[in-house]
T-cell receptor, first 115, second 116 residues
Framework: AQSVTQLDSQVPVFEEAPVELRCNYS??????LFWYVQYPNQGLQLLLK??????LVKGINGFEAEFNKSQTSFHLRKPSVHISDTAEYFC?????????????FGTGTRLLVSP | DAGITQSPRHKVTETGTPVTLRCHQT?????MYWYRQDPGHGLRLIHY???????DKGEVSDGYSVSRSKTEDFLLTLESATSSQTSVYFC???????????????FGEGSRLTVL
């Protein structure tokens, strides 16, 4: 079974500063990895995903993440954040080719961007 | 826009009453999911459906039942609501392109349920 750990429940940062949101996973098999974002009072939407191939994945809104198999991590980064990036971010992991029935979400990291 | 509508968006009910939440999609997707979101737990899968009348349990299915009598509607029922079922419920569909999965879930806007 998979599990996901998001080490920070909340990350405060100033506008235009860089940010990294950490995600570690445990799995005995290869995995697919996802980052979703949830803006206030909305559902989640996909930021980016790693299924295979290049370990550096670029997503929407200037976010990127790097899959590190040896460290079992999939940290999310953005070089310069905006106020509008204030949201909750969820990392998720799934075994490949199983649909979403076995998708496991982390507990979320709230990104707070201030002027 | 994945065409997902959840209703009701907000509901307050009393312990012991039945509650049904509806998820409606307009894009004929095969796979649909019900999640609950709670602080400190992230999202947890309650039930899912892989076609009309085809459903299965997720991680936290106790106290919940689902039905899917047509492709576009997936209903989540709490037969006798309890305070522990106070939560935000999200419906999701699995994205497809040309019949293959895209590796993406599309979520509705959520239904906030309070059980007093």
């Amino acid at each position: 079974a998979q599990s996901v750990t998001q080490l920070d429940s909340q990350v405060p940062v100033f506008e235009e500063a860089p940010v990294e949101l950490r995600c570690n996973y445990s799995s005995s098999v290869s995995v697919y990895l996802f980052w979703y974002v949830q803006y206030p009072n909305q559902g989640l939407q996909l930021l980016l995903k790693y299924l295979s191939g290049s370990t550096l994945v670029k997503g929407i809104n200037g976010f990127e993440a790097e899959f590190n198999k040896s460290q079992t991590s999939f940290h999310l980064r953005k070089p310069s954040v905006h106020i509008s990036d204030t949201a909750e971010y969820f990392c998720a992991v799934s075994p490949p080719n199983t649909g979403f029935q076995k998708l496991v979400f982390g507990t979320g990291t709230r990104l707070l961007v201030s002027p | 826009d994945a065409g997902i509508t959840q209703s009701p968006r907000h509901k307050v009910t009393e312990t012991g009453t039945p509650v049904t939440l509806r998820c409606h999609q307009t894009e004929n997707h095969r796979y649909m999911y019900w999640y609950r979101q709670d602080p400190g737990h992230g999202l947890r899968l309650i039930h899912y459906s892989y076609g009309v009348k085809d459903t299965d349990k997720g991680e936290v299915s106790d106290g919940y039942s689902v039905s899917r009598s047509k492709t576009e509607d997936f209903l989540l029922t709490l037969e006798s609501a309890t305070s522990s079922q106070t939560s935000v419920y999200f419906c999701a569909i699995a994205g497809t392109s040309g019949g293959a999965g895209t590796g993406e879930l599309f979520f509705g806007e959520g239904s906030r349920l309070t059980v007093l």
